[in-house]
């Protein structure tokens, strides 16, 4: 007996066979190139700090027993890298998650109502120097996201912390939020810094700042803006930029609205 080869009778099938297989090793590739270029940016980060305390340490060692001044001095200043470190290392993990999260939240409901007056309320007490305030237009506190709340949360004091961090005389955060057709628009708005066309380009990508050395002194370390893209993405949602130099930016985020049969649906699947 005769072992027989199936017949491929349309060529173009085979065709494309090829091209989805070509396509999956393209993609396969870059998700490795990206993976290695995480590593290396993710040591590159860890260095600094890591050298700051070794810098510490060996003062420590020479003077550190005379000097009280010196003991004091490279205990504090080790003391603030390691948290500085531990902050660092848990936005790593945030953004690692934030890359999975409609694995771990696919049915998540939130009313963004809710959690924008209470987000928008914390950060106004923890920073009573700024005037935080919020603007709604025309959106009804019932209207449903699909988000896990805890992540709206997270993405809406990324933003406000930042219009805090590159603010500049004006002490103002204002953030409005209002519903266009079936997309609901969250946007915080600052009258700070702002950010050049240049570097609008850059911001969302991983440990990308605008000025090492002065966002170093704020605490940034350039994964804020990652791990907000990152979240927003995840949900279906869209995140963008729209800033003028020296006059403030504007970070709008928008989700779809959903739809009553929608939430009958994610709530189906959630008891499920
Ligand atoms: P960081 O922790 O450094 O703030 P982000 O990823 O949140 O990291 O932001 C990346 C960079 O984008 C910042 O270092 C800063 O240069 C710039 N940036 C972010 N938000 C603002 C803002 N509201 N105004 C001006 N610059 C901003």
Redesign the pocket.
């Known amino acids: 007996s005769s072992v027989r080869i199936p017949e491929l009778h349309r060529n173009d099938e085979l065709e494309e066979l090829g091209l989805s297989f070509n396509r999956m090793l393209d993609r396969m590739q870059k998700y490795i190139e990206q993976q290695k270029q995480f590593v290396s940016d993710v040591s590159h980060e860890l260095r600094t700090p890591v050298a700051v305390i070794e810098g510490h340490l060996s003062m420590l060692k020479r003077w550190g027993k005379d000097d009280p001044q010196i003991l004091e001095e490279s205990i504090d200043a080790s003391i603030s890298e390691a948290e500085r470190m531990k902050h660092l290392i848990q936005e790593m993990l945030d953004l690692t998650r934030a890359e999975q999260i409609s694995v771990h939240y696919p049915n998540a409901i939130t009313e963004p109502m809710e959690v924008l007056t209470r987000v928008v309320g914390d950060m106004a007490m923890v920073h009573p120097d700024f005037e935080i305030h919020l603007e709604v237009s025309d959106l009804d506190p019932e209207t449903k996201i699909q988000i896990y709340q805890g992540h709206l949360e997270q993405l809406l004091i ?2 406000i ?3 805090i ?2 603010s500049t005389d004006r002490k103002e955060i204002t953030v409005s939020a209002g519903q266009a057709g079936s997309e609901c628009q969250i946007v ?1 708005q ?1 009258y ?4 050049s066309d240049e ?1 609008k380009k850059k ?2 990508n991983r440990f ?4 090492k050395a002065r ?1 170093r002194e ?11 893209q990152k979240l927003v993405e995840s949900y279906h949602g869209k995140i963008s930029v729209e ?1 003028v130099l020296g006059q ?2 504007q ?1 709008r985020i928008t989700f779809p609205v959903l739809s009553e049969s929608d939430v009958k649906r994610l709530k189906a699947r959630q008891a499920a």
Do not use: H, P, Q
């Open positions: 990324i933003l912390d930042n219009g961090k590159y915080v600052d700070g810094e702002g950010i570097d911001i969302f990308y700042r605008v000025d966002t704020k605490g940034g370390n350039g994964l804020g803006l990652s791990i907000a800033s403030g930016s970070f």
